[in-house]
């Protein structure tokens, strides 16, 4: 498929490009877009970052989930433009070139995953919930993973990975 | 899915949003959390040629309770920030109660309250609340503000009455006469789903009595449906049960539900009734409790 980001560029003409500059896992990168290009196909198929998952593309599922200034978002009901100045992180930034994050451990531990299409939204929405609750229930897990769908698992993995990533990075933090 | 073209703006000041506004002469829309509009922009139920996004004008971003005791909320005031609010728990509970069911857990950090009354859904939430708290929205154009009362503000499903040029850029909860008590019970099939049914109460009780009383309905009707006659019924009472049964019956009278596949029109209405009952119930028994 011909990436949509290039496509825009070539019927670009006589439409206001704009200049976007977004810190994408820690890196600085700049890219001009239409407008009306969203979140989730710059980060596709500009910076071909191809993790983040588009599913139902209708703000209902939450695989598309990044996090822009640490704040979960759905990337396709967010505007390209919009992400100018912030900061995004898609699951590529999750782990370190030698180490998986304690969240995607957790997953593979706890086998919190089988087609894996919502996982990287999974994983993204539980890194702020752990941000800013280090040691939630089960019942807080669930309610913090409400807005992202899974239709594989029955969601009993997912939780589980999510307490077993609490409890790691609780113990690494002391 | 690709929303039509416009032009983009982001203005860091009210003053250049709404000089925008203006240049856009009707066709420019404000583009606040876009939790709603994102999705119509995409589905092309709206094809606006100018998006003014406001997200960068920090000073809209705030709520808190003036010296009087009202409640403004800030144009860019994010559902999770009322919904995470001590401020809010502790001294409007029907916000308080309502802000954890607004959509899911990740559109609540972007989509803001304001802008859901605006977007005047008959489905949404926050446009009961404000019925049932007397709620107004401060427009400010370029002539200055005004003040218009919630009922005024929605004009229809989906429409309000805001001229081209003006920006909603504050919502007034006005003080409690007393204390504010108050809830909000919604039934939806699944979290994000729209609601099949929902109930905003909001009762202001001095020395055992109720001051004050608003009650709204969501999604049973062609808009946010004021249930007056059954506020009207709470006040001077003491929430005994008798005045509760009644004013629950006429809650579920004024509904105008439609059968769809979320239920029938005869289920919806038992739904208020019901919702109506516990909301009122609990408000009595922890008033009792507190007392």
Redesign the interface.
């Known amino acids: 498929m011909t990436s949509l980001f290039e496509e825009v560029h070539e019927t670009a003409v006589g439409v206001p490009v704009r200049r976007v500059t977004i810190t994408v896992n820690g890196e600085r990168r700049t890219a001009d877009v239409e407008p009306r290009l969203l979140l989730a196909h710059l980060l596709r198929q500009g910076f071909k970052l191809t993790g983040t998952h588009t599913g139902c593309d209708t703000t209902n599922c939450g695989a598309c989930t990044v996090l822009v200034n640490g704040r979960p978002a759905k990337s396709c009901t967010m505007l390209a433009v919009q992400a100018d100045g912030r900061e995004v992180l898609t699951v590529e930034g999750l782990a370190s070139a030698s180490e998986l994050h304690p969240i995607q451990e957790g997953f593979k531990e706890e086998h919190g995953l089988q087609c894996g299409f919502c996982t990287p939204g999974m994983m993204l929405t539980a890194k702020a919930l752990l941000e800013e609750n280090p040691n939630p229930t089960e019942d807080e897990v669930r309610w913090a993973l409400s807005g992202n769908l899974c239709r594989c698992t029955g969601y009993q993995n997912i939780v589980k990975a999510v307490l077993w990533a609490a409890e790691k990075m609780r113990g690494s933090a002391q | ?8 703006e ?1 203005p860091s000041s009210v003053a250049e949003a709404i000089a925008l506004l203006e240049e856009g002469k009707g066709e420019a829309k404000i ?1 606040a959390g ?2 709603s509009l ?2 119509m ?2 589905l092309r139920f709206a094809s606006p040629e100018l ?1 003014v ?1 406001i ?1 960068n004008i920090a000073a809209l971003d705030y709520h808190h309770f003036s010296s009087d005791g009202a409640l403004h909320i800030g144009a860019l005031c994010r559902h ?1 920030h009322l919904e995470k609010s001590s401020d809010i728990s502790s001294r409007q509970p029907t916000i308080a109660a309502a802000a954890p069911l607004v ?5 609540r ?2 989509g803001t309250f304001v802008g859901s009354v605006c977007h005047a859904d008959p489905q949404g939430d926050w446009a009961a609340c404000m019925v049932a708290l007397d709620g107004r929205i401060v427009a400010q154009g370029p002539s200055g503000k005004r003040e218009i009362p919630v009922r005024s503000f929605v004009s229809g499903p989906f429409q309000n009455v805001l001229a081209y040029n003006e920006l909603a850029v504050e919502a007034v909860i006005p003080a409690p006469k007393g204390t504010a008590l108050g809830g909000y019970m919604k039934l939806e099939r699944r ?2 789903d729209f609601a099949t049914a929902a109930v905003a109460v909001a009762v202001d009780v001095d020395g055992g009595r109720v001051t004050r009383a608003g009650i709204a309905l969501t999604g049973v009707g062609g808009t946010t449906i004021d249930a007056a006659d059954a506020a009207a019924a709470l006040v001077g009472s003491s929430l005994d049960a008798e005045t509760i049964a009644r004013a629950a019956e006429l809650a579920a009278g004024v509904a105008q539900p439609r059968s769809d596949h979320r239920g029938s029109a005869s289920y919806k209405r038992h739904i208020i009734n019901t919702f109506t009952s516990r909301l009122l119930s609990g408000i009595a028994e922890s008033h009792e409790k507190a007392a």
């Open positions: 899915m690709y929303p039509s073209r416009f032009r983009y982001a583009l876009g939790q994102v999705p922009l995409k998006l996004d997200n999770e959509a899911d857990p990740i559109v950090t972007r979290v994000g």
